[in-house]
Nanobody, 124 residues
Framework: VQLQASGGGLVQAGGSLRLSCTTS????????VGWFRQVPGWEREFVSA????????SYGDSVKGRFTISRDNAKNTVYLQMNSLKPEDTTVYYC??????????????????WGQGTQVTVSS
């Protein structure tokens, strides 16, 4: 499935952004969707994941309490609401899809389909 991530931009520390992940031509509602971020030269870091029904979610330790993942299957979109942003949140964010929810949801290698990424920059 081809994914498109959008919504990134420049925001001041303490501000908010909402990222969106959608597909073209495929129904995203049957997939577990994850958000990851990657600083150049580092491995992709797990940010959050949500199962197809939206009743299971998980977050990386660095974003717990600040980020919220949700989905609207009628709009074929998964969202990542990012609040209380910090300069260390600055990087490229990617959405990814896999066929089912399992214990490997935090591993980037478990997701076969990826979007192109959207840049988030948080100024201090």
């Amino acid at each position: 499935v081809q994914l498109q991530a959008s919504g990134g931009g420049l925001v001041q520390a303490g501000g908010s952004l909402r990222l969106s992940c959608t597909t073209s031509g495929r129904f995203l509602g049957v997939y577990t969707v994850g958000w990851f971020r990657q600083v150049p030269g580092w491995e992709r870091e797990f940010v959050s994941a949500i199962n197809w029904r939206g009743d299971r979610t998980s977050y990386g330790d660095s974003v717990k309490g600040r980020f919220t993942i949700s989905r609207d299957n009628a709009k074929n979109t998964v969202y990542l609401q990012m609040n209380s942003l910090k300069p260390e949140d600055t990087t490229v964010y990617y959405c990814a899809a896999k066929g089912y929810w399992a214990t490997d949801y935090s591993r980037a290698s478990a997701f076969p389909d990826w979007g192109q990424g959207t840049q988030v920059t948080v100024s201090s």
